[in-house]
């Protein structure tokens, strides 16, 4: 028998990736409203690896997001400008070839606080106009419903997805969206790294732990958690109505885990580190709660309040394909000595084997490889990448950047991709993170830069917003024209 050279299949969707709380900027224009992104201040004097810290949320903090007008410490408040940049910063994506592009919409400018009568529709124009114009550049959209968007007066209302009112007000929110951008959306998400709650369920659904009873803060997080697996459902139900041949996904921040040693203790520790990682993926594909999850929450004392007809819900609207963020790799170990380094916004015992970025979180490519051929034969689903990649401190010299060490994470994890595929993974693409220099998730810096365009931009907020292609936006283009196969 001849094997073949691994190839990327004929159609693969090479791209990239944003966020709107990250990138648009104009959290006050044309009438949007403060989002739970606008309450995340920029923390200079903390420890860059301390993620918990960086994205904790004080009363004060959400005190001045709703009653303050200034950005000065909340650099996600003008991101890159992205809302007035968008036409020329699509123009340098098309030239670098991507096929399709990830975005989000910001629900609060669609319904500046979650619950308006009717939506506001200078929000609405904008996202038209924005996916138009991918259109007309032959830019496929991948748009995220919930990307840390929420509106933040639901937070204040509800303590956010912990009411059952937030599912009503999603759903209308999503529904809007798929009436008005039916002819030039196909492809959508539902929530953006949907297990993320636990580590900042701020960010991901408006908790704040001030606002839970004393002790119920892990009945209130998966309380809200299940509202959300429901939200995804119906959407998902509402989607494929609505638009004929439209694809959901659900969206898994996808953090594999190696036990530390062969210690059956370390095995087993890492084996329920992953389970717990793929339940959230579990219940969007298979439509119900995994039993050893269950059984987890009762000896928790955890109940959820569970409507009559949401199991049948669960069951009846799975997503079409699974989507994923993949950064790093992460080991666990029962001893207590075990050293533990960053990652995305968690934290792992750190393998001896792998090196490391500037934030500590390590770079382990064979991991992404692992990660497809489990996720693959685990869902037997179309599986899409929609976040990787490195976070640096680029250096801008005589105009240039030379990133040839962001060009090794990606040429590594390429050819990761590559042999995934080969052993018969069905994939259907993959979009960096990210397409350009956006404002860091975690951190709120701007320095700590992943595109392959350069922002002139600092954590300030100091610089002229000058677009810059980096070495590796050459070198990606190439990779796009050969669908993967000159990676040199």
């Not at 693969?12 to 944003?18: E, K, P, S």
């Not at 937030?166 to 790294?193: G, H, I």
Request: with cysteine; net charge negative.
């Amino acid at each position: 028998m001849t094997v073949t050279q691994a190839t990327f299949p004929r159609g693969f969707l090479w791209g990239a990736a944003i966020a709107a709380n990250q990138a648009e900027g104009a959290w006050n224009v044309d009438g949007k409203g403060p989002s739970v992104a606008d309450a995340i201040n920029w923390k200079p004097n903390l420890d860059l690896k301390d993620f918990t810290a960086h994205m904790a949320v004080t009363d004060e903090n959400v005190a001045d997001a709703l009653n303050g007008t200034h950005d000065a410490f909340y650099p996600k408040r003008r991101g890159i400008d992205f809302y007035h940049h968008y036409p020329q910063d699509l123009a340098l994506f098309a030239e670098m070839g991507i096929k399709v592009l990830r975005v989000s919409i910001a629900w609060s400018r669609i319904f500046p606080d979650g619950e308006e009568s009717a939506p506001n529709e200078a929000g609405l124009a904008f996202y038209e106009r924005l996916f138009g114009e991918m259109r007309r550049l032959n830019i496929e959209p991948l748009v995220t419903l919930s990307h840390y968007e929420m509106p933040l007066k639901l937070s204040e209302r509800y303590n956010g997805w912990v009411h059952r009112n937030v599912v009503d007000a999603f759903v209308r929110f999503s529904n809007v969206c798929f009436d008005r951008y039916k002819d030039l959306v196909r492809y959508w998400l539902t929530f953006n790294e949907i297990d993320s709650i636990h580590r900042h369920p701020f960010t991901t659904a408006g908790i704040r732990e001030e606002k839970c009873a004393p002790g119920q803060e892990k009945q209130d997080i998966y309380q809200a958690l299940h509202h959300q697996f429901v939200a995804s459902a119906l959407v998902t139900r509402d989607c494929h109505a609505k638009i004929p041949g439209s694809q959901v996904g659900c969206m898994l921040t996808k953090l594999t885990t190696y036990p530390r040693t062969c210690h059956p203790d370390d095995v087993q520790a890492s084996l329920k580190k992953n389970l717990e990682n793929l339940f959230y993926a579990d219940v969007q594909v298979f439509g119900n709660y995994p039993p050893l999850i269950k059984r987890d929450l009762e000896l928790r004392g955890i109940e959820l309040l569970v409507a009559a007809d949401d199991l049948d819900i669960l069951r009846q609207h799975t997503v079409d394909f699974v989507s994923f963020s993949y950064y790093m790799s992460m080991t666990e170990s029962t001893q207590p000595d075990a050293e533990r380094t960053a990652g995305n916004t968690v934290l792992g015992v750190k393998n001896p084997y792998l090196p490391a970025s500037d934030w500590g979180w390590q770079i382990d490519p064979v991991g992404l490889k692992i990660s497809l051929l489990e996720l693959y034969d685990r869902y037997r689903k179309p599986l899409f990448i929609v976040e990787n990649g490195l976070g640096c401190k680029d250096v801008v010299e005589d105009g240039k950047i030379h990133d040839s060490y962001r060009i090794d994470y990606f040429r590594s994890h390429f050819e990761q991709m590559r042999e995934a595929v080969h052993e018969g993974v069905e994939l259907m693409g993959y979009t960096s993170w990210g397409t350009i220099d956006i404002i860091s998730a975690g951190t709120s810096q701007m320095t700590k830069r992943y595109g392959f365009i350069y922002v002139d931009q600092d954590d300030e907020g100091n610089g002229t917003l000058a677009r810059l292609r980096k070495d590796s936006f050459w070198w990606y283009q190439k990779v796009i024209a050969t669908n993967g196969s000159d990676l040199n």
